[in-house]
């Protein structure tokens, strides 16, 4: 064999004596991607998964403070049964329906649809819950989806009824 | 046996924690402000494990 020939036999892919003796060594891979590595990056990923769950509590720590407000939202009296009204619930700027029902149940939801927050009504006929953009229907018992496109239920309303007047006393976005 | 324990451990608290970082989230958006907490602090507790665990198996390592 000639002197070029042996020099290129210790190099890869190279077909010099059909042997490729060093084809699987990689001695830089073997100094980065190895046993002892692994377990170390395992360790960094479960370290940081644990602080990325930090910022959550830090918020939520935060808005636990100001969770608990109760608003009044009408009358009884000046709801029928069998019909709904429109309130707004916690803030301003998220709407709720009221629900007197047939059986004389006082039920309430936050009324963005879960789909793609249209506003849902109440259904006189069938006693549900209708979202009209997409034809979503909603229990008015649980507020959870019957049909349509709908996956997650509707934010459920606390209610409490003192001398005649409807209070909305709390809010349970998942529920049951 | 001996240093086995140790991958197991720490492949354990990682299982933990991914599971206790989706959960923290989920109730983050469910505004289920008690559980965010529970599920955080599992959370560091497992990370400490883990790094406690990993302190022991780098000592008979490199011994
Ligand atoms: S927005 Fe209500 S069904 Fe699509």
Redesign the pocket.
């Known amino acids: 064999m000639s002197k070029e020939q042996k020099g290129k036999r210790n190099q890869k892919e190279t077909r010099e004596d059909m042997v490729g003796l060093i084809h699987n060594l990689e001695r830089d891979e073997d100094l980065k991607f190895n046993r002892r590595s692994f377990l170390k990056s395992a360790v960094g990923a479960t370290v940081t998964l644990g602080v990325a769950t930090l910022p959550f509590s830090v918020l939520a720590l935060q808005d636990k403070e100001k969770d608990d407000n109760r608003k009044e939202i009408a009358k009884l009296a000046d709801i029928p049964k069998d019909s709904a009204i429109n309130f707004q619930y916690p803030t301003e700027s998220e709407p709720a329906i009221l629900v007197h029902t047939k059986d004389g149940e006082l039920k309430a939801y936050n009324n963005k649809?879960?789909?793609?927050?249209?506003p849902?009504f109440y259904e006189k006929e069938e006693s549900v819950l209708l979202?009209?953009?997409?034809?979503?229907f909603f229990s008015v018992d649980n507020g959870h989806p019957l049909a349509?496109?709908?996956q997650r239920e509707l934010p459920l309303i606390d209610i409490q009824v003192e001398n005649g007047v409807v209070y909305a006393v709390g809010r349970q976005i998942r529920h049951g | 046996m001996g240093k086995k324990i140790y991958w197991i451990i720490i492949f354990i608290t990682l299982a933990v924690n991914v599971v206790a970082l989706q959960w923290t989230i989920e109730s983050f958006f469910g505004e289920e402000y008690e559980h965010v907490i529970t599920y955080s602090i599992v959370s560091i507790v497992s990370s400490l494990i883990c790094v406690l665990t990993f302190w022991r198996w780098r000592k008979q390592e490199y011994k």
Do not use: A, D, E, S
């Open positions: 649809c879960t789909h793609l927050q249209c849902v979202c009209p953009c997409h034809r979503g349509g496109p709908p």
